[in-house]
């Protein structure tokens, strides 16, 4: 588990499924990361970020708010997806229920999975990867001192076709954080 002042970064419980499969469900979170999923298929994905957390020790945690025990939504960190230019690097990834958007929470949610993963892992640096559409994830990745690798932009073999082309960014132990 890792505490921000606002957030807890934690495992995933049977009480996350419901907003998750809402948050899943709603076109302006999917919108840049590809189809709606159903039910079986969101609680395939907890269950396939759990199994990495009891395998690693590090999965996208589920995010929950401190003051209310809210679910928000995902971030963390993981092994780089197959058959993409990050796989064999950790990943770092997130994704918020729309309602949470604008608040500060996936940047602190973001940080505080740097920090761990630097405190905990020992790996020359951690890539992220979005669709070239999703403007809102690589600015985050550039607030947090990624930096975009152009030469690594590829086409995701599993996005659907109009999310296809996928931006990379990375950033190297002992970057200077951003303010």
């Known amino acids: ?16 499924r419901e907003p998750f499969h809402a948050m899943s469900q709603d076109e302006r979170v999917m919108a840049t990361l590809g189809p709606l999923l159903w039910r079986d298929e969101s609680d395939a994905l907890i269950d396939r970020v759990q199994r990495i957390l009891d395998d690693m020790g590090y999965t996208f945690w589920a995010v929950e708010r401190r003051s209310d ?3 928000l939504g995902f971030c963390g960190l993981k092994p780089g997806a197959e058959e993409t230019p990050i796989e064999g690097e950790i990943e770092i990834g997130w994704r918020l229920a729309y309602d949470h958007w604008g608040r500060g929470y996936a940047r602190e949610a973001a940080q ?4 761990w993963g630097w405190a905990n892992l020992d790996v ?3 890539a992220a990867i979005t669709s070239v559409d999703n403007d809102r994830s690589w600015g985050l990745m550039e607030r947090l ?3 975009r ?3 690594d932009d590829f086409d995701h073999p599993k996005a659907v076709e109009r999310l296809r082309r996928h931006v990379t960014y ?3 132990r002992g970057a200077v954080k951003p303010v």
Not at 1 to 16: A, F, K, Q
Not at 112 to 115: F, I, K, N, R, T
Request: hydrophobic share 45%; charged share 25%.
């Open 149 to 151: 690798a152009p030469q």
């Open 145 to 147: 001192g990624m930096v």
């Open 112 to 115: 505080a999975s740097l920090d």
């Open 69 to 71: 025990g809210a679910f």
């Open 1 to 16: 588990m890792i505490e921000t002042p606002r957030l807890i970064l934690r495992g995933w419980r049977d009480s996350d």
């Open 124 to 126: 020359p640096r951690i």
């Open 170 to 172: 990375r950033i190297a």
